[in-house]
């Protein structure tokens, strides 16, 4: 086991002359960059929704979010949001347009399987994960919130 790990040093050692430099910089610029331009045209939807449907900035939050989850998709089937991601990195998967952008290409890479077995199986694979994450994480939110004002009080 010492000799294998011995080994495994030895290589890496040897092999990260060889190895490109990453532009982390660069690259948090690029993120930081695109992720607010996502963020700018989400809040454009929303001042659109909250001017022209007189919704109230809490009602407004849902049909946002929705068209962003749909821009994401169409521009995931166009092969234009693949790009973008390639450029900008985790300034194009953090926002909900990354996780919009995730669901569509499982469904666009498994759609000759058919719509069940295919798209519908292959899609919520992804899905299924998130949506188990945030529903525990807003329980223990919700209990962590009662149980500090029940202490309060």
Known sequence: ????K???K???KKIKPL???RPIFKNGIKAYVIGGIICAIGQGISNFYLFTFDLTERTVISP???TLILIAALLTGFGVYDRLGQFAGAGALVPVTGFSNAMTSAALEH???GLVFGIGSNMFKIAGAVIVFGVVSAYLVGLTR???QTLIN
């Open 64 to 66: 946002t979010i929705a």
């Open 6 to 8: 011995k080994k495994q």
């Open 146 to 148: 009662l149980l500090v």
């Open 10 to 12: 030895q290589y890496l």
């Open 1 to 4: 086991m010492e000799d294998q």
């Open 19 to 21: 190895q490109p430099k």
């Open 111 to 113: 759609k000759s399987e």
